[in-house]
Nanobody
């Protein structure tokens, strides 16, 4: 069964850091562009970052630009989201999502992705 599994969530103080991982299971993640999304209670799921299969193209939402960094290690079948200077408004469930195929650019819309993980909770305490 093909699936994505997120890990690395937790509770951190404001200003702290976390690194999320997205692992491919039953699939070769190298062949997927990966997007990171988050959903806070009572809010819509929003795209915050993405990375193409090669890692040559990345994109960030304005709310996280300069604080979050997406990267991938294709040898390990992993994609990472390094989150620095976390703020209470970053509290949400974070999801990774996969879009199969080599592309020049990646999108941050939910409709761009067909494969989703179950999410990992990130809580930032003030």
């Amino acid at each position: 069964q093909m699936q994505l599994v997120e890990s690395g969530g937790g509770t951190v103080q404001s200003g702290g850091s976390l690194r999320l991982s997205c692992q491919g299971s039953g699939l070769i993640l190298n062949y997927y562009s990966v997007g990171w999304f988050r959903q806070a209670p009572g809010k819509e799921r929003e795209g915050i970052s993405c990375i193409t299969t090669s890692g040559d193209h990345t994109n960030y939402a304005n709310s996280v630009k300069g604080r979050f960094t997406v990267s991938r290690d294709n040898a390990k079948n992993l994609v990472y989201l390094q989150m620095n200077n976390l703020k209470p408004e970053d509290t949400a469930v974070y999801y990774c999502a996969g879009d199969w195929g080599v592309q020049a650019a990646c999108g941050m819309s939910r409709s761009d992705y067909g494969l989703w993980g179950q999410g990992t909770q990130v809580t930032v305490a003030s």
